[in-house]
């Protein structure tokens, strides 16, 4: 196509105007529901030691109606300053992070109104509950970035879930769960890729029925087998976390980030991986030339079913290992339908953040963060009913795909199975 | 390096798409393979490129048998070709699409471009073709795109390039530079496979010709054969080139538009403030080279674009926010661009298709009831008036050639009284006995009073027909010029380039 003058805003400026707007309007919204209308002065108390780090601060107390209110006017500065770099064709990152912060903080003033919020815990916890939507969203990328859409990733979560749960049990050696993980996703990843490039099905449809699949076969096993026979099959140790040394002793962020399991320290290798390798390596060319224009690709000698059916199965294997965090990574045994949706917050984190490693897993943070504030918030008690609560995270979900994210550009041939000879 | 082929064969079902074609193509010249669309020209290419397994049939690059089970068995014997679609990815940077398949990568598996970046800079300046290795290729003019695709061709060695349609994007101006750089490369020893079914070009640039019809050779004119004699040996009859029309005098201004824009949903503003009248009994033609806001405009008119602000005024009546529905019953056919998606419903009968926009009226339809032997008795009339040849109006519009499907468009728009005519494209891809009808019926359309808007980026169709031409760039009409206009100056309009006396 020829190039045209852009006239009015382009896309990202679009983008950027509604996101002006809605930070505008969220942190007036702040002002009146956390410090206008609410007319209690009791202190907010935040906790930030967890364990044996170093100290900088170790908790901090502030009204409750005065903090909501600073922060609440941060936030609209926030945007102000949103504004202004929108004006100036900037980006506006920096602003909306600051305004993130403070609309939460100001919301959390309010919220632990006489209470006390460990927030080192909460942002651990909400790293944590992102471990299975990272890894979900990770294979998301790869699938989708070469052409193949991904609706199991779910299936592929909770047969990794299995697998691990079921071998650490028998073995009681965590390291075997771990192994075998991989592989039951990449197995379910199998059966897609067959169907989706093989025999050309419709991939959503079938992403689904394999979702399908796996439920109905974990539950019936979970019913005949883990349940009658717990103590050999479903009593499976947990994975202890390692604390990396000096590093984990690091204000805040040292327990957030350094003292995790094996899995999460494996989820930051594979994020590094595949954020340089889809856009610097051979391997990532090749993978989005499939997912673009697969007659091209083909036209330069590469095979797209053979680069397309790698990928998929490599990104079964990824989620697998994510399945794992749900067993021998938190819990130990085995639950029925245990991923509980994962999957598919996943899949919307992978939209969110534009088919990008990077941006999913911003995305998946946002995500887990939302899931773990519920929970906190539920415990402590406050004003909001928990039936609410529990909606956060998956409200956010909407709000974040259908406003913030706007007219994305998936991968040109995501979901088109591609026939040799059949295009050209 | 010579190319030959010996008695390929490709089918693909019942249809024999290569019969026993056997060509050779010799060291450092150029070889056009004239046909019209459907020939068969394309498939016997991907054949010879791998991306299509022949039925039969031997390929010999220097007189040795050669076994191609994919493009990359082809590039490795020096078959390097460029596609009429092309094979690059928008989202890449040239330097990526051109490595794509060969990458080179240092000992931790990233990508080394440096390399190839220099490589591209040096063939780029050897032809001068101005193309910079770190642009994204969506960011490109075609024209250039297609330069990335000969810089790839060359730069792995390719000793044989296949061009397939190469001109069929370009403006004149870009087609002559095109030609110019074949001949280039054939000097330096590249022999060259020119597929084509524009004449011109073929007597411009070619040294030795092969026809193809209906998927056999039919012979190898000399390049000194006359544009007739390659027209019939290409259709198999003899074919009237030149479209008689009569002149007349043009009446009141049936179409009026003012102050045009319309914007794509992403605010990208395609059509930039276009003014233009047509009169009755008069053909405008409006001219350029495809995504210059013709298909947007010719949208915008019948109602089918979103964004539109301005004025388009039909007889008086003021159309602009009207629906499409009201927009065709106040008295406009449109024939669209693409018509197999926007023209006909492939799997619904001729018949039914032929009364897609008058189904609900009489007598068609009374009240809520559809009479199909009322419709299909109708469709016998028209298919008979328009010269449509089929089995049975009950056939699915599928079954049909392009040919055939363009003239049922053109018998449901035509049916209908209407005072205005629009006709995106109204031969691209047809062959050239159905080019003569449409032509011809759409000269008679003007001669019974009617205004006709034709959008066309073909130079020949446009000076054939029109009574006056619009040249469109990036959007704009930046020229409205008479149709005695040089091929020359309407070439240099399309580019954007205002040639000496014809600012308007």
Known sequence: MTQVEVLSLSAPERRRRRMVVMMGVLGVFALVAFFIIPKQHDKATFGFVMDKEWVAVHEWAINSRHGSLGFAILAILAAILAYFQFRARKTIRIASAIFGVSFLMSFLCWAASGKFIPLTGLLQGGLLLAVPLIYGAMAGVLCERSGVINIAIEGQLLAGAFASGVLASLTQKTWIGLLIAPFAGALIAYLLAVFAIK?????????????????????????????????????????????????????????????????????????????????????????????????????????????????????????????????????????????????????????????????????????????????????????????????????????????????????????????????? | ????????????????????????????????????????????????????????????????????????????????????????????????NIVLGHEKTNKFGILELSKAKEEIRRVSAEFNFDVDPDSLVETLPVGIQQRVEIIRALIYDAKVLILDEPTAVLTPQETDELLRNMKILRDKGTSIVFITHKLREVQEAADKITVIRRGKVVGNPLVTASQEELASL?????????????????????????????????????????????????????????????????????GLEEFIDGSIVLDGKDITTWSVHDTLYSGIAYVPEDREHDGLISSFSIAENLILDTFDTPPYAKGPVMSPTIVAREAEVRVKEFDVRLQSVQDSAASLSGGNKQKVVLARELSRPVKLVVASQPTRGLDVGSIEFVHQRIISERDSGKAVLIFSTELDEVTDLADRIAVMYRGEIIAMVAATTSREDLGLLMAGVHPEGTRS
């Open chain 1, 199 to 424: 025999f050309a099905i419709d991939q959503v449809i079938l992403g689904f029925v394999l979702n399908v699949l796996v439920i109905g076969l974990t539950d019936f096993l979970y019913k005949r087998l883990l349940i009658p026979y717990q103590t050999t099959w479903n009593s499976g140790p947990i994975l202890s976390p390692i604390k990396i040394p000096v590093l984990w002793k690091i204000p805040i962020l040292g327990p957030i980030f350094f003292d995790q399991t094996i899995i999460v320290y494996l989820m930051y290798a594979i994020v590094i991986l595949i954020h340089v390798g889809l856009f610097r390596s051979k391997w990532g060319l090749r993978m989005r030339a499939a997912g673009e224009h697969p007659t091209a690709a083909e036209s330069v000698g590469i095979n797209v079913n053979r680069t397309r059916f790698r990928n998929v199965i490599l990104a079964g294997a990824i989620a697998g290992l994510g399945g794992a965090y749900f067993t021998i990574g938190a819990v130990g045994p085995f639950g029925k339908e245990m991923t509980a949706g994962k999957g598919f917050i996943a899949l919307a984190a992978l939209i969110f953040g534009r088919w990008s490693p990077l941006g999913a897993v911003s995305a998946a943070l946002i995500f887990g963060f939302a899931d773990n504030l519920q929970g906190v918030l539920s415990i402590i008690g406050t004003a909001i009913p928990s039936e609410f609560m529990l909606m956060a995270p998956y409200v956010a979900t909407i709000i974040a795909v259908t406003g913030f994210v706007g007219r994305v550009r998936a991968p040109a041939a995501d979901g088109v199975p591609y026939k040799r000879g059949e295009s050209v």
């Open chain 2, 1 to 96: 390096m010579s190319l030959e082929l010996r008695a390929v064969t490709k089918s693909f079902g019942a249809l024999i798409a290569n019969d026993h074609i056997d060509l050779k193509v010799g060291d450092g010249e150029i070889h056009a393979i004239l046909g019209e669309n459907g020939a068969g020209k394309s498939t016997l290419m991907n054949v010879v490129y791998g991306l299509l397994q022949p039925d039969a049939g031997e390929i010999l690059v220097d007189g040795e048998e050669i076994k191609i089970s994919g493009p990359a068995d082809a590039l490795a014997a020096g078959i390097g070709m460029v596609h009429q679609h092309f094979m690059l990815i928008p989202v890449f940077t040239v330097a990526e």
């Open chain 2, 234 to 302: 290409m259709v198999g009859r003899p074919v009237a080139l030149d479209v008689y029309k009569k002149a007349i005098t043009p009446g009141p201004v049936a179409l009026s538009v003012k102050n045009l824009n319309v914007h794509d949903i992403t605010g990208r503003r395609l059509v930039k403030n276009v003014t233009f009248d047509v009169h009755e009994g008069e053909i405008l033609a409006v001219a350029g080279v495809q995504g210059n806001g013709q298909s947007e405009l010719a949208k915008a008119i019948v």
